[in-house]
């Protein structure tokens, strides 16, 4: 966040709070309150861009969120998984070239 933030000061980024380990009430009252499984860890509005963040070796997709990148793809969003630091930051510096 402190990257991208220092690098493009004038765009918004923000986190989506939807992953973890909660109670099942905490759980329950989240749903309610509209949490969606599978929703991507950050989200920049003005480039319509979510980017979820794994570990560099080891993470995995769940298939929830398969599925909500092929939605957010199929009604013109981009996605970025990056898997690391490192990858994700260039990801979106290749993301921002191909933007031109």
Do not use: C
Not at 30 to 55: H, N, S, Y
Not at 64 to 80: C, N, P, S, T
Not at 87 to 99: G, M, N, P
């Amino acid at each position: 966040m402190n990257w991208f933030r220092e690098r493009f000061p004038d765009v918004l980024i923000f986190a989506i709070p939807n992953g973890g380990h909660r109670a099942i009430r905490t759980a329950q009252m989240l749903k309610m309150e509209g949490v969606v499984a599978g929703i991507p860890d950050l989200f920049v509005p003005a480039w319509t861009l979510w980017i979820e963040m794994k570990r560099a070796k080891g993470g995995r997709l769940s298939p929830e969120q398969k599925a909500m990148i092929a939605y957010l793809e199929g009604v013109g969003h981009d996605v970025i998984v990056g898997r690391g630091a490192a990858d994700a930051s260039s990801s979106i510096l290749d993301f921002v070239k191909e933007r031109g």
